[in-house]
């Protein structure tokens, strides 16, 4: 019953194309946050936005390219992008901006299976 | 930054309790100690979270001992759908998001 979605859920592209994921939340939250996910790797937080406002950027390459227009979307910019930026990427909200480990819960989409070939 | 130790796989049968335990023995005064669950290509989904002694809901339990050191997540009689990574995050809500260890989980496996 997740209140944040993510389209598209999987997507193939080549190193020299330009696509974009979109992350919208129902929830009424404030902060937004970007995580890529690798294979048996552990979760990597990449962007944190607050209020529309980027507050994080986790010294994520710039081929990585963030966009909150409000506080209930989120979208992620991808160009020029190389075959080890294959992942899982994530998109998760909360009331209030905090780590995962803070007493306000995240809530995740269900991801974007991305494989750049 | 508490880093934090679990073992990398887990079994047990259906209707067992499972019990994971965490080590995180660097843990900060302001730390809390939070589980995820995580299925296969979906995002983490938060169990429980507890700062010290026992924390109960409708889904597990969470004991943490007196120099919460380590924790414990309990998993009532465990059912298939329960198959799944475990995560164990402990930090201060407080501190800037990249502070953040979010480590390699156990996975754990229910066989019927």
């Known amino acids: 019953e997740t209140g944040v979605t993510q389209t598209p859920r999987h997507l193939v592209m080549g190193m020299t194309n330009k696509k974009s994921l979109k992350c919208e939340q129902h929830?009424?939250?404030?902060?937004m946050y970007w995580y890529k996910q690798s294979a048996k790797k552990p979760l990597e937080l990449m962007f944190v936005y607050n209020f529309k406002e980027q507050t994080e950027n986790n010294s994520v390459p710039s081929r990585f390219s963030p966009e909150c227009p409000n506080s209930s979307h989120l979208f992620l910019h991808l160009h020029t992008l190389q075959p080890e930026d294959s992942a899982l990427y994530l998109c998760?909200?909360?009331?209030?901006?905090?780590?995962?480990?803070?007493?306000?819960?995240?809530?995740f989409g269900p991801g974007t299976r991305l494989t750049v070939l | 930054l508490a880093k934090t130790t679990q073992p990398i796989s887990m079994d047990s049968y259906e209707g067992q309790e499972v019990n994971i335990t965490c080590s995180h023995n660097?843990?900060?005064?302001?730390?809390?100690i939070t589980w995820y669950q995580q299925f296969p290509s979906q995002g983490p989904r938060f169990i429980i979270q507890?700062?010290?002694t026992k924390v109960t809901n409708e889904v597990a339990s969470l004991f943490i001992p007196a120099d919460r050191k380590s924790s414990t997540l309990s998993l009532p009689r465990v059912s298939l759908s329960d198959t799944a990574v475990y995560y164990c995050?402990?930090?201060?809500?407080?501190?800037?998001?990249?502070?953040?260890?979010f480590g390699t989980g156990t996975r754990l496996t229910v066989i019927p």
């Open positions: 998760a909200s909360s009331q209030e901006i905090q780590t995962l480990a803070g007493t306000d819960t995240q809530y």
């Open positions: 995050l402990v930090g201060d809500i407080g501190t800037g998001a990249n502070n953040l260890f």
């Open positions: 929830l009424g939250h404030n902060a």
């Open positions: 660097n843990i900060a005064t302001n730390d809390y």
């Open positions: 507890g700062y010290k």
